[in-house]
């Protein structure tokens, strides 16, 4: 607490808070557009064009607010572990015993939930999953994300007016007009591409560790081995509950993908549309959520991408055995 | 694929995240888990090890002092023994001694005693010759009558040998 | 009407799972505060239930996202 009174930290509080004070009702900044899709802000071997909403590739390989978002994210991850990680040693302290902390923290996790021998496998997936949602997620609080951008024209619908700041500088103004803008960055989990992704390498991971550990027996749970044996009833039933496992493996894809999504992509608006309210002070409480929420949902995906595992590896005859 | 469009979910997009995942997860394996992991059970051996060397150090500690005591009790009851020993020698030497001066002592007492014995005797033989002497002389006196010297010393010898 | 039918579609998905999610956390806190010393390990678990209950609500938010974008 006393570390919190001391003048710099006060002064460094009160300008912020001028700060926001002064874009708030200097600048009064509009409503960023909420848009699903990640848009593209430049293209590999082509160039961009104005769209219909945005702007789009007309040739070459579009490149994506979200994929600079995820370059982004991908370098704070580098830059932590290199200057955690530079001279490694063997008392640790400062930034290294952090790092270690939560590596020894989650890999004791892994080790609990998966057993000892299986930890060193399993934990190279389960511990880049957080390390690269909570990282990706908590950029959604830097300042300047999806504040910094191309103004562009928009042919359809309603959008806001624009300014000149200084030589060729523009920024959007809440009033009517037609100019919207094209972020540079956009937090890379509210892009489904990203989420799906990483959903998809952890469903496929589940599938691959069972058969590791299974042999071809693993795919008796979707072909059932009561088959052919029991009476007609039993068949279909058998059949049905296989398929049943079918369609869970899938839904896991949704509600992985969808769960890291849905939360940030929330999280965003919810971060977008408190400003625009209210400016000063109110969004602040929501901030401290979405730092909360960011880790939860980089830990909950890391957690049951590991469960789901351990679920696979499990022989299942043995499984229902007791 | 209108749905998925409209979701923003682009295969090229999505096979492009897959790989950058794949990269990540790889490099990330490489540089970070492995080390910091090797890290983890060389730290976790060493305090192992530094744990088993102190408590090797304190048995050999608690040896050494038990080792020690044994040594200490050992002389203690040696040097017991050399004091009973001493003691006792001093003991046999002072009643050695004491044997010799009492001996001594008795020695002198008795040659003192006989000194003196015979002084008594040489003096008494005198005192008697004497005594025989003046006798004679005093029976001359009354007698009036002389001896001859022979006959005196006849009477003195008989006198002396406790005939008269 | 697509603007009302996913506003239900989210509110009335999200009822289900909020209770869920609310059992979920019940149970936890009454284990927790029976039982403090394995507070870690319930905590961990109730994080994982709560991501199952809320599985279903996210099946809402893609319902929702689909009738509003789609």
Redesign the interface.
Known sequence: MRRLMNPRVIGITLGVLALMAVSAYVLKVPLPAIVLPAEPIACIGGHLEPAEHGLHCASGFPFTNSMAATLVADLTIFLVFFFALRNKKLIPSGLQNAVEAVIEWFYTLVEDIAGKENARTFFPIVMTIFTFALFANWWELVPGMDAFGWIVEKHHGDGWARKELFAGVYTLVKEKGHYTLVPWLRTATTDLNVTIAMALIAVAYVQIAGVRFQGWKYFKKFIRPGYMSGGLMATVLDVFVGFLELISELARIVSFSFRLFGNIFAGTVLLFVMPYLIPLFVPLPFYGLEVFVGMIQAFVFAVLTLVFIVMAIISHGEHEGH | M??L??????L???I???I???I??WL??K???T???N??D??RR?IEEGLKAAELAREEAARQRAELEKQLEEERRQAQARIAEITRQADQLREQILAEARAEAERIIAAAREEAERERERILQEARKQVAELALVIAQKVVGETLDTQKQHQIIQKFLAGEL | MEGLASGLAMGLGAIGPGIGVGLVVLGALQGIARNPEVAGEIRTNMILGIAFAEAIAIYALVVALLLKFV
């Open positions: 209108g749905a469009t409209n979701l923003g979910i682009n090229n997009f999505l492009t995240q897959i950058h995942f794949l990540l997860m990330l394996k540089f970070v888990y080390p910091v992991l890290l983890l060389e730290r060493r």
